[in-house]
């Protein structure tokens, strides 16, 4: 992410974090997997690829569910990332990138994306480029205001990532994505930011799975097909799923989910895994 203040997270903090792989969710899915994670530096606060989250999911990945993780910092040039993207079964974009870092590199490959990042929402094509986004700030306004008393320049927002929330609302329970879940989750152990978009700026293949509880119109778990139409129309070269995971510096992101969003979280790779190999 690259628009946003970082928090610094204490070394000894980190030291705890890594001693050991966090209590994800644990549900049947492909093993022995190759999944490529494009990642970042936290707006400079720690070397690429080094932060709590980048390493917690990487250990999760390879010790907890058996896969073969290679880990691609974000200013990789576009021609290696390409084709490290096309030489695996999946790739996992985090909230420690910078937008501008990863840009259009990845919009090209054929293998199924999960994006964490909600400023790469306009880059996939999840959403119109040409709309406002916030961040923080909710569908009423930027920076927490709203359409009648706004903050700054920004008087309506489009997409990016929402303040305090803890909860999601499933709104297709019967998709895998919604990991047997229904009706309103908590997915954060303490209030923390929520990735979103809402429907009117969305391309015209995406399907939605979970939206935010105070705005029904906010998306915050979709996806989109492979050959199904992206913003511009273009068919989309890949399956795309975006997942409501805002980063926390200081406690990481999966040090704070529920076992519930452990458990979305999990669905989103074991689909994705499933979905790209055909399983």
């Known amino acids: 992410m690259n628009r946003k203040h970082a928090l610094t997270l204490g070394a000894v903090g980190l030291s705890i974090a890594l001693a050991a792989p966090p209590a994800f969710g644990q549900q049947a899915a492909p093993g022995n997997m190759n999944?490529?994670?494009?990642?970042?530096?936290?707006?400079?606060?720690?070397?690429?690829?080094?932060?709590?989250?980048d390493r917690s999911l990487e250990l999760h990945l390879r010790l907890d569910l058996g896969h073969h993780v290679t880990m691609m910092p974000d200013d990789t040039e576009e021609a290696e990332m390409q084709a490290a993207a096309d030489a695996v079964d999946l790739i996992i974009v985090p909230e420690s990138v910078s937008s501008t870092g990863v840009g259009t590199k990845l919009t090209a490959t054929s293998t199924p994306i999960i994006n964490m990042e909600a400023f790469l929402q306009d880059e996939f094509q999840f959403v119109d480029p040409d709309s406002q986004s916030v961040d923080p700030g909710s569908p009423e306004g930027g920076a927490g205001g709203t359409v009648e008393e706004p903050t700054g320049e920004v008087e309506v927002g489009h997409f990016g990532s929402i303040p305090g929330e803890t909860d999601i609302v499933?709104?297709?329970?019967?998709?895998?994505?919604?990991?047997?879940?229904?009706?309103?989750?908590?997915?954060?152990?303490?209030p923390a930011e929520i990735n979103w978009a809402v429907s009117e700026v969305l391309a015209p293949g995406v399907q939605s799975v979970a939206a935010l509880p105070d705005y029904p119109e906010a998306q915050s778990i979709y996806f989109i097909l492979p050959g199904d139409?992206?913003?511009?129309?273009?068919?989309s070269p890949n399956l795309r799923i975006s997942l409501f995971t805002e980063n926390n510096n200081d406690l990481g992101t999966y040090h704070r989910m529920t076992e519930d969003g452990h458990r979305l979280f999990d669905a989103s790779l074991n689909w994705a895994l499933t979905y790209g190999s055909g399983m």
Not at 37 to 53: F, H, M, P, Q, R
Not at 229 to 235: E, H, I, K, N, Q
């Open 35 to 53: 999944v490529l994670i494009v990642c970042g530096d936290e707006n400079g606060t720690y070397a690429k690829c080094t932060s709590l989250d």
């Open 229 to 235: 139409a992206l913003f511009d129309g273009s068919p």
């Open 170 to 190: 499933i709104v297709d329970p019967s998709h895998p994505l919604a990991a047997g879940l229904s009706g309103r989750v908590t997915v954060y152990t303490i």
